[in-house]
C-alpha cells in the first residue's frame, strides 16, 4: 500500500512554503496553539492571502475549542511573533516570517496565566469566557515592535485626539470660582435641550450665588444638575406668559433686525419663556415697545455675542439670554 498520494485538483489543496514547513516542525507550540496557527494558515494561506480579520469563535469553531482557549492562543502566538495583526484588536491577522518567530518560549518565574477561566450565561446565549488581562495578551505588530511605555506618555494616533480620563474631563467642565461657575459650552447646551423651557444659564448664576455662600461640593456637576432638575419640577412650564406680549416682541424684533436669523419657530418653549422672564425681571422692561425697540436696535449693530460658553451671530434665543440681555440693555446707544 502506497503512502504518497495524488492531489486532486477539484478537490483542492494548499500549498504551503517549505520555509514555513520547516518551522512548524522545529517551533515548540501548545496543542492549542499548534491548532490555532493550523487554523489560521488554512484560513490565510488556503485563501492566497497575504492577511485577514479572523475571530477567536471563527477559530474555536474549526478548533473544537472554547474561543477563550483560541483567544488566549492567538494572543500567545502574536507575542512570540509567529502572528502578527495589522490594526487595533480588532485587525487582521497573518503570520510572520520564519525568520522573526521565537521558537522555544522563555519560562517565567510564576505563571500569569490562571488555572480556571469563568465562564457566564448571559440571557438566552451561549456560554460567554471572560479572558483575564495579562502580559501574555500583549499585542505584536509586524510593522511596529513591540515598546512597553508608562501610561503617562502614551499618546493618541496621528490624526486623533487623546482621550482624557472621565474623572479629570467631569472636572474641567464645571468649575466654581467661589463666586462664579465656570461651564463647558457643549455641557451648557445639553443641559439646555434637557431642562427646556428652562434658562439654564439663569439658573447657573443663581446657584452660583447660592453656592458662594455654602460649604463647598466635592462634585460640582452633579450640584448643578440637582438644582436643575428641581427647577425643572417647580416650572416644568418655564416662566409664565400671562400678561407678556410674546408675539409682538418676536414680530418687533423681525423688524427692527431684519439681517438677524429669522425666528422659525415662534412657539418654542424655550424662547418664550425666556422672553416672558426678560419681561417680568423689571418695570422698565414693561414699558410697551419703547424699551424693547432701543434694545432691538443695539443688538442690531452686533456682528456676534457670547451665549453658552462661545461667541455667536446675534439671534433672538441669543438676544434674550440673562447675560446676553443685560449687556446690551446696559450699554451706551
Not at 52 to 59: G, L, Q, S
Request: contains cysteine; glycine residues 6%.
Amino acid at each position: 500500500m502506497s503512502n504518497v498520494f495524488t492531489f486532486k485538483s477539484a478537490g483542492g489543496f494548499t500549498r504551503m512554503d517549505n520555509q514555513l514547513m520547516d518551522a512548524l516542525a522545529a517551533v515548540h507550540l501548545s496543542p492549542a496553539e499548534f491548532k490555532t496557527l493550523h487554523a489560521i494558515a488554512r484560513l490565510v494561506i488556503g485563501y492566497n492571502l497575504q492577511e485577514r480579520r479572523i475571530t477567536a469563535e471563527e477559530i474555536a469553531k474549526k478548533t473544537n475549542m472554547l474561543p477563550a482557549h483560541a483567544s488566549r492562543a492567538i494572543s500567545s502566538l502574536l507575542a512570540r511573533r509567529v502572528l502578527y495583526r495589522v490594526g487595533g484588536s480588532r485587525g487582521d491577522i497573518g503570520i510572520c516570517n520564519p525568520s522573526e518567530w521565537v521558537y522555544q518560549e522563555s519560562k517565567k518565574d510564576k505563571s500569569t496565566q490562571p488555572k480556571t477561566v469563568e465562564i457566564t450565561n448571559i440571557g438566552s446565549l451561549d456560554n460567554v469566557t471572560k479572558l483575564p488581562i495579562s502580559d501574555d495578551s500583549l499585542l505584536y505588530r509586524k510593522e511596529i515592535p513591540l515598546v512597553t511605555v508608562p501610561t503617562e506618555q502614551i499618546t493618541a494616533p496621528q490624526g486623533a485626539e487623546p482621550t482624557p480620563i472621565e474623572a479629570e474631563t467631569k472636572a474641567k467642565q464645571v468649575e466654581f470660582n467661589g463666586e462664579d461657575f465656570e461651564v463647558d459650552a457643549v455641557l451648557i447646551t445639553k443641559w439646555a435641550q434637557a431642562y427646556a423651557p428652562i434658562d439654564v444659564e439663569a439658573e447657573i448664576k443663581r446657584a452660583a450665588a447660592w453656592a458662594s455662600g455654602s460649604k463647598p461640593k466635592k462634585d460640582w456637576r452633579r450640584f448643578l444638575v440637582n438644582w436643575l432638575g428641581r427647577e425643572f419640577k417647580r416650572n416644568p412650564n418655564g416662566a409664565s406668559e400671562a400678561g407678556v406680549p410674546v408675539d409682538k416682541i418676536i414680530d418687533l424684533y423681525h423688524k427692527v433686525c431684519p439681517s438677524l436669523p429669522v425666528v422659525t419657530v415662534a412657539g418654542d418653549r424655550v424662547l418664550r419663556s425666556m422672553i416672558a422672564e426678560r419681561w417680568n425681571e423689571s418695570p422698565d422692561h414693561q414699558s410697551g415697545q419703547g424699551f424693547w425697540l432701543g434694545f432691538f436696535q443695539k443688538a442690531n449693530n452686533r456682528n456676534q455675542v457670547f451665549f453658552r460658553g462661545q461667541n455667536v451671530q446675534p439671534r433672538l434665543e441669543a438676544l434674550v439670554s440673562r447675560a446676553v440681555f443685560r449687556e446690551i440693555a446696559e450699554a451706551a446707544q
